[in-house]
């Protein structure tokens, strides 16, 4: 049973690297790979207020759709051998990739359950620095690796779990994961001042062009 656990630690680790080094850093160096799609899809979902109305056609019809789909069909299906050894690692990809689709999917529908549910996601696409926030379904790698950038804060998650917790949990796994990643967490608290800053410089040269 420990599988599970261990197999969704490892999607999210996965969902972590695929998105920042395959889907931003090497299409910007190769515009002609099939992954220049998401290029794309951060344009579309920054003009309409983080919404893709791409997530509602048939993966036949949008290439991002496809990519999406078919990498992470062909993430189980090169796991699945696995199962013969490792039933639950294997039932954790398949949950893992299942929970990255739908909910990828409702949250460019639903801009607004984004922003309740996925707040890491939301600030992904809507902060003034688009390459941080790698994380879709759980922030947990994020946190990890000091890549987490918190725009809106009072949308932010509260824990780097990216759970709903009662706050006499809350408060010892806040200072749990400090004291494990203080130099993480120390550019947690970078990141979120220079943003803070952007943002302000942003406003203040809106109001002056205006």
Sequence with gaps: MLGFPVALLSVNAFEWYAHKVWLHEFPRKHRNSPFFTHIRHHKRARLNGFEDEGYAASMWKDQEMFNEKAALIGLCVVFTPTVVVAPFFTAGIYYGAWQYWSKHSKAHLDPEWAKA?????????????????????????????????????????????GMDLPQWLEAPVNRVARRLLPKAFSRLDENRQQEEQRLWQSRVTAVDAA
Excluded: K, S
């Design 117 to 161: 549910n996925l707040p890491w996601h939301y600030d992904h696409h809507m902060n003034t620095n688009q390459d941080a926030n790698w994380c879709v379904t759980r922030p947990w790698f994020d946190y990890i690796m000091g890549t987490r950038v918190i725009g809106e804060g009072d949308i932010a998650e509260t824990n780097p779990l």
